[in-house]
């Protein structure tokens, strides 16, 4: 088949796109130009290492490399809505966002100008089929299983995705990179958001203007005001809030009121929820259910899942009513459900 490959510059793209072109398949490398130059005040244009890094791995695999502008709509759907979500009081997830509305979308997109079939990234996470429906399933590899920024994508995507990395580790992935001689196995993994340098999005955020970056007050569980704050978007459920407080207290961020522009703060056993609210569900191994079933729920990419009741309700959402209470349950994250490896969908945690 034509394939076209995601190739981000990693270690990770460019092995996917050696084992295809070794099964056979016309590689076609793609690479997403991403990041505006507004987003970042680094000396070097946002993303251009990644660009030559994927372009010298598609040489050495001896395969034709493109380059698709890709950083208005990136600036928009991406950046925009990570400004919009803390400014609210909620916490984002960047990548959930754009796996569906800009990467596999301009990927697919690419692959109908140029009459591939298929597309295919270095994500850890596996494919499968079942009555007519394409499943989405964890990676092999569990330290490294993607598929909770995949829990987005719908059916007509999915139906047309490849993962070669899905089945294998990413010890596998580093060895083929050093057989093959990729030379890319050096080459650091990055763990921030893409385009904030350092991971900084406090500096990043303070960059911009709005009621997120004004200052409020900062109170206990009763109300009363204990404390002041620099501004809502420095913070996330969960946080500690102790440099903001009189010396010596201990306290955590509760809740966010972008109303009042108040942060609520309280001690630790106090971040413990036993149910959330979560809007806006993509169903991927079934239809929308009517009736309530179990799963278990990961609530952030890290997050182990919890087993939970999931209780359908009207509009596309449901009620997650987890066995044991949750820890810091933040509005703004994804709640994702499984059924042992099947992802069964994924929506926004509301409240």
Same mark, same amino acid.
């Given at each position: ?29 793609? /690479? ?176 911009? /203007? ?53 942060? /609520? ?87």
């Amino acid at each position: 088949m034509k394939i076209i490959v995601g190739m981000s510059g990693g270690l990770d793209s460019a092995v996917a796109a050696l084992l295809l072109k070794e099964q056979g398949h016309e590689v076609i490398g793609v /690479t997403l130009d991403l990041i505006p130059e507004t987003a970042s005040r680094a000396p070097a244009r946002p993303g251009e290492e990644g660009i030559d890094s994927a372009r010298q791995a598609a040489a050495r695999i001896g395969v034709p490399h493109r380059v698709i502008d890709a950083r208005e709509e990136f600036g928009k759907r991406v950046i925009g809505y990570f400004r919009k979500e803390y400014f609210s009081g909620r916490t984002p997830n960047p990548c959930v966002v754009c796996n569906p509305e800009i990467k596999f979308a301009f990927l697919l997109r690419c692959a109908d100008d140029l009459g591939a079939a298929m597309v295919a990234t270095g994500h850890y996470a596996r494919i499968g089929r079942e009555g007519g429906r394409t499943l989405l399933l964890r990676g092999a590899d569990r330290r490294k299983d993607q598929a909770y920024f995949l829990s987005r994508l719908p059916q007509n995507a999915l139906s047309r995705v490849i993962f070669p990395l899905g089945d294998r580790t990413k010890a596998e992935a580093r060895r083929i990179s050093v057989e093959r001689g990729l030379d890319l196995h050096e080459r650091p993994e990055s763990q921030d958001i893409c385009f904030i340098p350092g991971n900084d999005y406090r500096a990043f955020l303070a960059r911009s /203007t709005g009621d997120g970056i004004a200052g409020g007050d900062i109170l206990d569980t009763r109300g009363a005001v204990i404390g002041r704050h620099p501004g809502i978007a420095q913070f996330t459920i969960g946080q500690r809030a102790g440099r903001w407080l009189p010396s010596g207290v201990r306290r955590y961020v509760l809740s966010i009121d972008p109303g009042r522009r108040a942060i /609520t703060v309280g001690r630790g056993d106090e971040l413990l929820r036993g149910e959330c609210a979560v809007t806006d569900i993509n169903w991927i191994s079934r239809p929308a259910p009517a009736e309530p079933f179990r799963a278990l729920v990961k609530i952030r990419s890290a997050h182990p899942g919890a087993a939970a009741g999931i209780h359908p309700g009207p509009g596309g959402g449901a009620v997650v009513r987890f066995d044991e209470p949750q820890k810091a349950v933040t509005p703004g994250q994804a709640a994702v459900f499984y059924d042992g490896d099947v992802v069964v969908g994924g929506g926004w945690i509301e409240k």
